[in-house]
């Protein structure tokens, strides 16, 4: 079976600190991919990337990084400097190669208050 | 400007009403997908659609009914038969067959209340 879990559901934080939102994943498939979505309040979900199982390479992209470790099934993100803007619900979200199905995790709300 | 839209931003049912949501897409993306948010629930697919004419069930298609008669358009209605309909509706599409090599592209969402 397949399962995201975002065992964080809500993180709030001050403007400027860095924060990690944690997502852990289960599939048996050795041939999967991973994203992350950003949901701001106007409730339309945003891609932030997209990561194949082969490639474990971490990735920066401004002020986002993200972690992706096979050996403990996770795929972590970090925002640096957080901005007021950042608030939103962050989902992470699992696809097998052989589906045409998105599993999504629960979501993590961050807050982050000037 | 590409991209996908959903209407009514809002819609309000009384008990025992069909209500149908809209979704239309202009990215030519050939698969479209319908999710349902609850509050402290992630994404929980209802219908998928690959194709024109053809769609598969999701994991909670009972009480909903879709069709796909044109590429750009995605129809869902939430039946009587749907037990707890109060949600948040969200519509997406993504490039080429569906699948996970490409990210799905996703609507600003209806949100539904049953009186």
């Known amino acids: 079976a397949q399962k995201v879990t975002q065992a964080q559901t809500e993180i709030s934080v001050v403007e400027k600190e860095d924060v990690t939102l944690d997502c852990v994943y289960e599939?048996?498939?050795?041939?999967?991919?991973l994203f992350w979505y950003k949901q701001p309040p106007s409730g339309e979900l945003v891609f932030l990337i997209r990561r194949n199982s082969f490639d474990e390479q971490n990735e920066i992209s401004g002020r986002y990084s993200w972690n992706f470790q096979k050996s403990t099934s996770s795929f972590n993100f970090t925002i640096t400097a957080s901005q007021v803007v950042d608030s939103a619900v962050y989902f992470c979200a699992l696809s097998a190669y052989n589906t045409d199905k998105l599993i999504f995790g629960t979501g993590t709300r961050l807050q982050v208050f000037p | 400007d590409g991209g996908i839209t959903q209407s009514p931003k809002y819609l309000f049912r009384k008990e025992g009403q069909n209500v149908t949501l809209s979704c239309e897409q202009n990215?030519?993306?050939?698969?479209m997908y319908w999710y349902r948010q609850d509050p402290g629930q992630g994404l929980r697919l209802i219908y998928y659609?690959?194709?024109?004419?053809?769609?598969q069930k999701g994991d909670i298609a009972e009480g909903y009914s879709v069709s796909r008669e044109k590429k750009e358009s995605f129809p869902l209605t939430v039946t009587s038969a749907q037990k707890n309909p109060t949600a948040f509706y969200l519509c997406a599409s993504s490039t080429g067959l569906a699948g996970p090599y490409n990210e799905q592209f996703f609507g600003p969402g209806t949100r539904l209340t049953v009186l």
């Open positions: 599939t048996r498939d050795t041939t999967y991919y």
């Open positions: 659609s690959q194709i024109v004419n053809d769609f």
């Open positions: 990215l030519n993306h050939d698969a």
